[in-house]
């Protein structure tokens, strides 16, 4: 207690500004707390469970921690006040310069921002843990067993269909076309119930031509004879439009219609596709969207499709039962709920019956005494989820029986799912959520996406301090009335405008609130004796704390120039034109303009330090 | 002799004297014109010695005249003032519309010179310290202030104009730590900042109330310490709003002689100009004395012609009327009036005072008090 008492003499003795706003003592305080956060964060999910939901990277926000940090903040911040405002050397005119009016203010922004951003101390701490529990190393291995023993859970029927095969080579390069429409019926097609496929092969052309809109246009000859590409790939500056060439009979790779494991091409889970949720285990729609970096994806599911194979082909089922028991034990590890046994797993791919390994059983994805359990509710969902597989329409039922006229004799695909449904289940999904969850919390960069927010609430909360350390509370008070009074005034001469004249309202507002904003900057710059010193002191606190706000309104102000230059030349526009897309400032520079703002913002403090020093001097 | 070694002869006067209580006073205003931290600490020392050791009445004076003597040998330099540090000229200011106006009022004070502005509730006493001060505009008229450093912007000039309204804010926290912030804010050296601090804690007789708490004080001692407070500062002007306001009567006299010892320093004078109700006692420390009535401007120096010469006597007394005239009537009475309990006669200007005191005596009079307030301010409040 001593020595910290003589420490405090020993700041007050000589940094006298230090020693005033307390700033060694808060951010102690706010170290403490920080560590005490990071512990938090750290043991936040020892609990593998916990990791097995929708974005625990955002927990901070929904488990109440939010508000412990909202508490502590608040309380910090309110015994920081109650401290520093004991002693306010400006308002007695003890001596100060700019130096120190905007070092005061400085610490002011480094005590809030240090007090309110305990989240990036649990985030850090959380990431620690998992970085700890999960290393690269061990999750890369353990991602490997996953994806190669996914295939084997057969969840879902749509994944196990013709459509979805990748190797060997040929299923790969062909395109296959479902649409029951296209199918020509001269040339070899293959039948699972209601579903045809027909392979082609392709041949692709480029095209740079861009129409008003934006989009691509197909090239010629085929555009013009309306021939429709099978897919394509957009590039910034080209799109690929994939044509069908010639059927290509497959018969001899194709053993079986009927689903099987050697169709299955999914990867359960990769990182750098999470945002593809359903994709990863993507039928061809999504598949061949124009936004996926399709190729990696294509092969990686081609491996998958791979192995699987090779590891059928083996008969062994040794390594398969070996394979099973590591996926098992990672499961366990990460308490994925599951009631899998890996020998009766094995003994249920192979039998004898069954040498092209059509998937014969269904392992559930939920656990039977979950929710789930209404029957109603799981025969609408499970399993059979694709559009293609309810082909309601009268005109499909006709035609389909052209193509399988032993329709009636077979079993509808979700009928089979059902008759076939084991008592087993595996949460895959969940297993899916902890390992992103897992890569997530290593990966992601929550500082950038996060900070700015602290930045912003620090910067405005400083101001505000400073502005009441300043000019008093009385004048703060009256500047928040002002405040509204004017917001309100511009909100209703806007709607008034807006009623009368229409149109460009946006530019209106503007370059109105752009006015009065540099009208109360100004007079305490330019003619500060004009006005009385209680006036004065009003345009100074709006303008310290809304200073920022201009800068950004300036930013705005090119951003709908930009908006409007780029909308001018549509009018007269040609087939040729090459469309550009529009620069936008706030685009251009990102989260960028935040600390532009902010560097701008500390500068004016600076400077106008001397508007303040001169404001107290005037008499009233 | 040098005016110092004059100050610090008087002192070993008072010790002689035994007058320890005010000699120790002086004592200390003369150790602070060394501006000798050694000089500093050994006064703080005895001051603390003398706290705890209050009937040691010898002892105490041996001690003292130990440390004069080595304040003696230190070389005090003396500030010279040339020029007048604020000089005010036909300052007018007026409230609304014509429904208060202050002056024309010009003044003129050295460092070293004490004001004293009276005149009753209203008349203009504050707003004219507030004027001189720069807190308040005023609307014609100019004033100059000239320091030993000059201004670098309106803000620092601020800084120099030390006023205390009559209500000070509460402070927050240690007291001492409050007085070592000012310092610190001035740019005292950190090794100086704790003596200067105690020192003046010391000369202002606030050693045993260092470690209370500002509600702790009484109205008396909360005047003090933002006294303390503002002379840290070193201000070449001090302008007091009412520092007497709620003092009780010695206080307000221990504080006036404070005042006054403190602003005449050898090195470093004060201008002060203080405002307050107490006539007598502003009157007894003041070098002028300033009266505002109606914010018109007066002052004792004023020859006011025929007012001038005039006796005025204030006489408190049971006697009649009747009788007072009985016994004035060989004097040339002008004027005898009776006024919140006490009489004001009026004299013309043969009449001298001690004639009136032993007609008072040979009548056998009962006077309870009299005073002699031709030359007073008293005058402006009676009249």
Not at chain 1, 36 to 42: E, L
Not at chain 1, 135 to 152: C, G, H, L, S, W
Not at chain 1, 281 to 297: H, Q
Request: with cysteine.
């Amino acid at each position: 207690m001593q020595k910290l008492n003589k420490f405090n003499q020993y700041l007050l003795e000589r940094y006298s500004t230090i020693w005033n706003t307390k700033i060694v003592w808060m951010l102690l305080a706010a170290f403490v707390f920080h560590i005490v956060f990071f512990i938090i964060g750290y043991l936040s999910h020892i609990d593998p469970v916990s990791l097995q939901k929708y974005s625990v990277k955002d927990d901070y926000f929904r488990n109440g921690v939010i508000f412990v940090h909202l508490i502590i903040s608040i309380l910090l911040i309110v015994g920081w006040l109650l401290m520093m405002l004991k002693n306010n050397a400006f308002k007695n005119f003890y001596p100060t310069s700019k130096g120190k009016l905007f070092g005061q203010f400085v610490q002011y922004f480094i005590i809030i921002f240090s007090c309110t951003t305990f989240y990036f101390s649990y985030m850090n701490g959380f990431r620690m843990f998992i970085n700890n529990k999960y290393p690269d190393q061990e999750m890369a291995k353990n991602v490997d067993i996953i994806n190669r023993t996914a295939p084997f859970l057969s969840q879902n029927i749509e994944s196990y269909t013709l459509e979805n095969r990748l190797f060997p080579k040929p299923f790969f390069a062909l395109y296959c076309e479902n649409n029951i429409e296209k199918i020509d019926r001269n040339k070899k097609f293959f039948v699972y119930y209601n579903r045809v496929y027909q392979y082609y092969s392709l041949y692709s052309k480029k095209s740079h031509q861009k129409d008003k809109r934006g989009n691509f246009i197909p090239p010629n000859p085929e555009y013009s004879k309306k021939i429709q590409p099978a897919y394509s790939d957009e590039q910034e500056k080209f799109e690929t439009f994939y044509y069908k060439k010639d059927v290509v009979d497959l018969s001899s790779s194709i053993k079986t219609t009927q689903p099987s494991f050697y169709n299955f091409s999914e990867v359960f889970y990769d990182y750098d596709f999470k945002d593809f949720d359903n994709g990863v285990g993507a039928t061809e729609v999504v598949y061949y969207d124009k936004d996926s970096p399709d190729n990696i994806l294509k092969n990686k599911k081609a491996i998958i499709n791979q192995k699987t194979a090779t590891l059928l082909n083996s008969k062994n089922s040794a390594e398969l039962e070996k394979l099973f028991d590591d996926f098992l034990s990672i499961s366990k590890t990460y308490s994925v709920r599951n009631n899998l046994n890996a020998k009766k797993w094995v003994s249920m791919i192979y039998s004898k019956d069954n040498p092209n390994f059509e998937v014969r059983y269904f392992i559930k994805d939920y656990d039977g005494k979950t929710r789930y359990d209404e029957d109603e509710y799981y025969e609408e969902t499970v399993a059979v989820d694709s559009a293609v597989a309810t082909t309601d329409n009268a005109k499909d039922s006709i035609k389909i029986r052209e193509f399988n006229p032993e329709i009636n004799q077979q079993l509808a695909p979700d009928k089979y799912v059902k008759n076939n449904m084991t008592e087993y289940y595996y949460l895959s999904e969940n297993m899916k959520d902890l390992l992103k969850n897992v890569d997530s919390v290593k990966k992601d960069d929550f500082f950038s996406d996060n900070v700015h927010i602290y930045i912003w609430i620090a910067f405005f909360l400083s101001t505000f301090i400073f502005g009441f350390r300043i000019t008093g509370l009385r004048s703060l008070l009256f500047s928040v009335i002002s405040a509204g009074v004017l917001t309100l005034s511009i909100t209703l001469i806007t709607v008034f405008y807006g009623l009368t004249f229409r149109g460009r309202e946006e530019f209106f507002v503007a370059y109105f609130v752009l006015f009065i904003g540099l009208v109360i900057l100004l007079i305490p710059l330019l003619k500060m004796n004009m006005t009385s010193k209680m006036v004065s002191s009003v345009l100074i606190n709006i303008s310290l704390n809304g200073f920022v706000l201009l800068v950004l309104l300036i930013f705005a102000i090119i951003s709908i120039h930009q908006k409007a230059a780029c909308q001018l030349p549509v009018t007269h526009i040609d087939y040729d034109y090459t469309y550009q897309n529009c620069p936008n400032i706030f685009e251009d520079l990102g989260f960028m303009i935040s600390y532009i703002i902010l560097i701008i913002g500390f500068i004016f403090m600076y400077f106008y330090t001397a508007i303040l020093q001169k404001w107290k001097a005037m008499p009233e | 002799m040098t005016k110092h070694q004059q100050r610090v002869a008087e002192v070993y006067h008072f010790f002689d004297n035994k007058d320890t209580v005010l000699g120790f006073r002086k004592l200390l205003d003369c150790a602070i014109d060394t501006q000798d931290m050694s000089i500093y600490k050994e006064a703080i020392d005895l001051t603390d010695w003398k706290e705890t050791h209050n009937h040691a009445i010898d002892e105490l004076i041996e001690k003292s005249k130990n440390l004069l003597a080595k304040i003696e040998k230190v070389q005090v330099k003396e500030h010279i003032s040339e020029h007048s540090v604020l000089k005010a000229k036909d300052i007018v200011k007026s409230y609304g519309s014509n429904r208060f106006s202050l002056g024309p009022v010009s003044v003129e004070i050295n460092k070293g010179q004490v004001y004293g502005l009276v005149g009753e509730n209203g008349n203009g006493k504050t707003t004219l310290l507030r004027i001189l001060a720069n807190e308040i505009s005023f609307n014609d008229g100019s004033l100059n202030y000239s320091f030993n450093e000059k201004s670098k912007n309106d803000y620092d000039l601020r800084t120099k104009l030390v006023y205390i309204p009559q209500r000070t804010e509460k402070w927050y926290g240690s007291l001492k730590d409050n007085l070592k912030f000012v310092l610190s804010n001035h740019g005292v050296s950190a090794e100086e900042n704790e003596t200067r601090t105690l020192m003046m804690i010391a000369r202002l007789g606030l050693w045993n109330y260092k470690h209370l708490k500002w509600s702790e004080l009484s109205s008396g001692y909360k005047m003090r310490f933002e006294l303390a407070r503002i002379l840290l500062r070193k201000p070449e002007i001090l302008l007091l709003d009412e520092p007497l306001a709620n003092l009780d009567v010695l206080a307000q006299q221990v504080i006036l002689e404070d005042l006054k010892s403190i602003a005449n320093s050898v090195n470093h004078p004060i201008a002060l100009i203080l405002s307050s109700q107490q006539l007598y006692e502003v009157e007894k420390i003041s070098d002028k004395v300033i009266f505002l009535k109606n914010g018109k401007y007066k002052d004792n120096s004023d020859a006011n012609g025929e007012e001038e010469s005039q006796l005025i006597i204030e006489i408190d007394t049971n006697e009649s009327r009747d009788k007072l005239l009985e016994v004035f009537k060989d004097f040339k009475l002008e004027k005898l009036n009776f006024n919140g309990g006490v009489y004001v006669a009026y004299f013309s200007t043969e009449t001298q005072f001690y004639e009136v005191i032993s007609a008072l005596g040979n009548a056998k009079a009962e006077i309870i008090y009299i005073r002699n307030i031709s030359s007073s301010t008293r005058r402006f409040f009676v009249n």
